[in-house]
């Protein structure tokens, strides 16, 4: 897909004159302006944006930045471009030449590497200490690939948003004096009658659509040249399509392009002007490089001009990620968001599309900015997070949540945290307030799983030590308990955290878990598997798929049924077992 300065760089080769000819063929190739597939299918749309382009001209010259960030000096000038191509800088934006089908461009999606959280002995670590994690993002991600046949990487896999992408239950709170409650339950493990699993579950109270604050939202959307296909910009214009008609008077809704540079396409408008709103939505076509640093900066600067005081104030992102020209530094951009949300302005990121999609760095901001990230992989995932959750997407109701456990030595032999590999906190973080966490939106619920090996237990994963010290002092807490439970959260607004804790006792262990831990535990075995499948004893893909099957319990949107398909056919993609309870040969590797 030729960039201009492609072209340039094709046509700038005076030594040879074969070069030379082809050169001037891209450049005529460069001086066409194809329309787009999307404007091509709505004639209406291309009409309304060629009466409006003077008017929307006038708009991004008015709002384009003259500063630039100090640690992002602006991109050099593109070379002249000859005089077909001198249009508007809203015009510019405008979809290239579409790539032919026989290049096939190089997977280039990034991954943060992870490790699988280690056993830890009791008596050698008996604290264990992480943030919250609300994002789904992965959970999407993996099923798109799933549906394309493609085998995905394990680092892909995060087993908190497998398990943080369904609804489990869990009990409400009773008011809003503590902004969510906290349960628990304790049950044999399903691959190992030896151990056993504690859910730690917590579920935020709910807020009516139309009772939330007034909202200051900018929409930062990413309209390069790298999200053409369908499944990146046209995709996002149906998703945010999909949140304006939720949209009130008392909002307020910007919206920031950047692709090589970056404008104001909509200036901070009332939110009941849907068909403004929508109409500047659907004007968007795509083309340039991908100037994310630069549309950050104008996004949180439009985002201080209308900020709403004691509103919601949300910079929502939807990108694939490639930011490729201007700020590329993500430790930079990382700062920009830690200052802007001190300041009160978060940051949520929507992912699209593939082959070049940075989950990496689309995670890492929003858990920054005090965010949500999620995956858009079809409409209905759009709806789901954009209206469905939208309270939850939008509305912060506890900042900073910690949880902390603290296993009894003398109950518990060893333990292991279900994912959260990236939360993971020192002990000494946990009082301290100044150490981010994550944060929980109105109605939004964690789940998180610890595998226990009771004391006594056959089936300990740690040998014993050789040089074990025996004369330890005995615990001092009470025989009763397996563990103490607490939770450090903050009130919006608020720079003080408070503080929860409860027991939890030995005599809460089930005799068999409920049908939501039940399925929960087959979600954790669903990632895990996807992993390498290398903590689930006898489990195998058989016996997981078995399982959530079983207790698919209320589905009203069909969305555990639909995991147990993507089972099957992860099953397939990794060459599941040929018996059941056989070891499976290379499952899970990258």
Request: proline share 8%; glycine share 8%.
């Amino acid at each position: 897909m030729p960039s201009h300065h492609a072209c340039f760089h094709a046509f700038a080769r005076p030594r040879l004159p074969l070069a030379c000819a082809l050169g001037a063929l891209l450049l005529a190739g460069c001086q066409s302006t194809p329309t787009s597939p999307v404007a091509a299918g709505d004639a209406a749309a291309a009409q309304r944006a060629a009466k409006s382009e003077p008017e929307a001209a006038a708009l991004l010259a008015e709002a384009r930045p003259t500063d630039s960030l100090a640690y992002a000096p602006p991109p050099p000038p593109p070379p002249a471009a000859p005089a077909a191509m001198s249009t508007p800088a809203l015009r510019a934006m405008v979809m290239p030449a579409p790539m032919p089908e026989s290049a096939q461009p190089a997977n280039t999606e990034r991954y943060e590497h992870r490790s699988d959280n280690p056993v830890h002995r009791t008596v050698d670590q008996p604290v264990s200490t992480f943030s919250i994690d609300v994002d789904t993002g992965s959970y999407s991600n993996v099923r798109r690939m799933l549906r394309q046949g493609v085998r995905p990487p394990a680092d892909a896999v995060r087993a908190e948003e497998f398990l943080n992408y369904f609804d489990y239950q869990h009990p409400a709170p009773v008011d809003r004096d503590t902004p969510f409650r906290v349960s628990t339950e304790l049950a044999p493990a399903p691959w190992d009658a030896q151990r056993q699993l504690l859910l730690v579950g917590i579920k935020g109270y709910d807020v009516p659509k139309a009772t939330l604050p007034p909202t200051n939202l900018v929409f930062l959307l990413d309209t390069s040249g790298s999200m053409a296909s369908p499944d990146k910009l046209p995709l996002l214009k149906q998703a945010f399509a999909q949140l304006v008609p939720q949209l009130r008077a008392q909002d307020r809704v910007s919206i920031v392009v950047y692709a090589g540079s970056a404008g104001l396409v909509l200036p901070a408008t009332p939110g009941d002007r849907h068909a403004q709103i929508l109409a500047a939505l659907d004007r968007l076509e795509a083309g340039g490089s991908t100037n994310g640093g630069e549309g950050i900066a104008l996004a949180y600067r439009q985002a201080r001009q209308s900020f709403i005081a004691g509103g919601v104030n949300r910079v929502i992102l939807a990108t694939d990620g490639d930011f490729n020209v201007g700020t590329t530094d993500q430790q930079a951009l990382e700062t920009l968001v830690s200052d802007q949300r001190q300041h009160g302005i978060a940051l949520s990121t929507l992912g699209f599309g593939q082959g070049n999609y940075n989950d990496a760095m689309a995670e890492q901001l929003a858990d920054i900015g005090d965010g949500h990230h999620a995956y858009i992989d079809t409409l209905q995932e759009a709806r789901k997070v954009l209206v469905e959750q939208m309270q939850a997407t939008l509305l912060t109701i506890a900042r900073d949540v910690k949880i902390q456990v603290e296993f009894n030595p003398a109950a518990v032999a060893e333990y292991r945290l279900i994912g959260y590999e990236n939360r993971v906190l020192r002990e000494e973080d946990f009082a301290n307030d100044r150490v981010d966490a994550g944060d929980i939106g109105a109605g939004h619920q964690v789940t998180a799983l610890y595998e226990i090996t009771p004391v006594g237990a056959a089936s300990r994963q740690l040998p014993a030590r050789r040089y074990a010290v025996t004369g330890r002092m005995p615990p001092t807490g009470k025989a009763d308990e397996l563990a103490h439970l607490r939770l450090r959260y903050k009130q919006p607004g608020q720079q003080r955290s408070r503080l929860i804790q409860t027991p939890i006792l030995t005599s809460s262990l089930k005799p068999q878990a409920s049908g939501q831990l039940q399925f929960a535990a087959s979600v954790a075995a669903y990632a895990d598997l996807l992993r390498g499948g290398t903590h689930l004893g006898s489990w195998h893909w058989n016996e997981a798929i078995d399982s959530a099957r079983a207790h698919l319990g209320s589905d009203p949107y069909g969305l555990r049924q639909e995991m147990v398909e993507l089972m099957q056919q992860a099953r397939q993609l990794t060459q599941a077992e040929p018996e059941r309870g056989e070891p499976v040969a290379g499952l899970g590797q990258p």
